[in-house]
């Protein structure tokens, strides 16, 4: 893959928030899962834990703990194991490095034409429930994923990003 190839994800990527019924093909969700296996973790300690939700009983699950499925065949609940992550005394490294995981998925999918939304929105203390999550596992996303409806297309916000000049700092 060439650097043209490359910006051309993250230019194509967008929040997707209608998805056909089409089911995802295992090759992807394998591709999908490695990009997140590879993944850079502080120390490489690897503490994701990733929830591959494609059953109707786990996506019902899903919708009960959240609004934000829009209708995806497969949910990725990306976790991080509290007592794996870099722990120091008063800071640990858990939710970035999960955050990093679902990242690197997240255009994984885009490479792969999968759409994908990041969803945060969701009951927190429910989800833990439903999964019957272990006390050190903590969900930090969920990623919807499927193939975006034919008349999909990016919100407003999408378009909405701020100036180079008002993110960045020249020291
Ligand atoms: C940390 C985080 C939390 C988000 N939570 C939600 C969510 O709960 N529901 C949702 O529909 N979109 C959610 N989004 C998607 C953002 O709204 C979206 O990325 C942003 O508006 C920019 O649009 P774009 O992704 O199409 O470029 C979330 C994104 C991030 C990074």
């Not at 870099?86 to 994984?108: F, G, R």
């Not at 009951?123 to 999964?131: G, L, M, P, S, V």
């Not at 499927?146 to 297309?153: E, H, L, M, P, V």
Request: glycine fraction near 2%; charge should be neutral.
């Amino acid at each position: 893959m060439n650097k043209d190839d490359f910006e051309n994800v993250i230019k194509r990527r967008y929040s997707v928030r209608s998805f056909s019924d089409k089911k995802l093909e295992e090759d992807k969700i394998n591709k999908i899962l490695e990009a997140g296996r590879i993944a850079p973790t502080a120390k490489n300690l690897q503490p994701q834990l990733i929830y591959v939700i494609t059953s109707s009983k786990g996506l019902d699950k899903i919708d009960k703990v959240s609004r934000c499925r829009y209708n995806a065949p497969l949910v990725m609940l990306v976790c991080s194991n509290k007592d794996i992550a870099y722990n120091l005394e008063d800071y640990s490294t858990y939710e970035m490095d999960a955050t990093i995981v679902a990242v690197h998925m997240m255009l994984e999918a885009t490479y792969l034409d999968v759409g994908s939304v990041w969803v945060e929105m969701f009951d927190n203390k429910k989800i833990k429930e439903e999964f019957n999550l272990d006390k050190n596992i903590e969900p930090i996303c969920l990623l919807c994923m499927g193939y975006a409806t034919s008349d999909s297309k990016p919100s407003n916000m999408h378009f909405t990003k701020k100036d180079l000049k008002d993110i960045v700092r020249y020291v």
